[in-house]
T-cell receptor
Framework: GAVVSQHPSRVICKSGTSVKIECRSL??????MFWYRQFPKKSLMLMAT?????????EQGVEKDKFLINHASLTLSTLTVTSAHPEDSSFYIC?????????????FGSGTRLTVV | LAKTTQPISMDSYEGQEVNITCSHN???????ITWYQQFPSQGPRFIIQ???TKVTNEVASLFIPADRKSSTLSLPRVSLSDTAVYYC?????????????FGQGTTLQVKP
C-alpha cells in the first residue's frame, strides 16, 4: 500500500527555537497533504491543508505565521514550528492521499512527538 | 462537513465480535465513510471505506443502511492487539483533496 514517511519521529527543542518536520510520500505523488496535531488522550485536530505549489490553507484558529507549511514538490511537505513554546508540545501527524484512496483511504505518517523545554 | 458521533469507549473479550456504530445524520451525497484505527503514539491506519450497503475486507466489515445516516464497523473475533482507538470519518475523498475531520473516536479495550 501507499507509504507516508514522517521525520523526525521525536524531537526535543528549546523554547524560542524552530523545528522542521518532514512528510514524504514514498511511492506516490501527493498534490495535497494534511497536517494534524494531537494532544494526549485527545483526537486529531486538522491544522492545515498543504497544496503543492501554492499556499497552505489553515483551519480557523491556527496561526499561519507560527506553523509554516511548505509543499515544494509532489512528494514532500514540511511543517515548521517557529519560535516554539512549551504549549506547542504535541504529536504532529501528516497524511496524504494516493490515487488508491477509494480502496485504501488516506495514508498517515507515523507522527512526530515534539517536546519544547 | 458532516459530524460523526460514536461511543466514547467499549469493552470486549478476546474472540468476540465487536460492532462499533457511528452516527452521521448530515452526511452529504458525495461523502464516503471511512474507519481508521490508531495505536498510542502512531498515526491512524486505514481499516475500511464504503459508500453504501456492505463492504468487507480481510480485517473488517462495514455496514451502511440505505439512508446512510449511520454505519457500523464490525471486527470479527478480536484479539488483544485490537485494543486501540477507532475513528469514523465522513468526507468527500473522491478527488484526493477532501479533508478528513476526526471526531472523538471509540476506545476499544479487549480483555483476555
Amino acid at each position: 500500500g501507499a507509504v507516508v514517511s514522517q521525520h523526525p519521529s521525536r524531537v526535543i527543542c528549546k523554547s524560542g527555537t524552530s523545528v522542521k518536520i518532514e512528510c514524504r510520500s514514498l511511492d506516490f505523488q501527493a498534490t495535497t497533504m494534511f497536517w494534524y496535531r494531537q494532544f494526549p488522550k485527545k483526537s486529531l485536530m486538522l491544522m492545515a491543508t498543504s497544496n503543492e505549489g501554492s499556499k497552505a490553507t489553515y483551519e480557523q484558529g491556527v496561526e499561519k505565521d507560527k506553523f509554516l507549511i511548505n509543499h515544494a514538490s509532489l512528494t514532500l511537505s514540511t511543517l515548521t514550528v517557529t519560535s516554539a513554546h512549551p504549549e506547542d508540545s504535541s504529536f504532529y501527524i501528516c497524511s496524504a492521499a494516493s490515487h488508491r484512496e477509494l480502496t485504501e483511504g488516506y495514508t498517515f505518517g507515523s507522527g512526530t512527538r515534539l517536546t519544547v523545554v | 462537513l458532516a459530524k460523526t458521533t460514536q461511543p466514547i469507549s467499549m469493552d470486549s473479550y478476546e474472540g468476540q465480535e465487536v460492532n462499533i456504530t457511528c452516527s452521521h445524520n448530515n452526511i452529504a451525497t458525495n461523502d464516503y465513510i471511512t474507519w481508521y484505527q490508531q495505536f498510542p503514539s502512531q498515526g491512524p491506519r486505514f481499516i475500511i471505506q464504503g459508500y453504501k450497503t456492505k463492504v468487507t475486507n480481510e480485517v473488517a466489515s462495514l455496514f451502511i443502511p440505505a439512508d446512510r445516516k449511520s454505519s457500523t464497523l464490525s471486527l470479527p473475533r478480536v484479539s488483544l492487539s485490537d485494543t486501540a482507538v477507532y475513528y469514523c470519518l465522513v468526507g468527500d475523498t473522491s478527488g484526493n483533496t477532501g479533508k478528513l475531520i476526526f471526531g472523538q473516536g471509540t476506545t476499544l479495550q479487549v480483555k483476555p
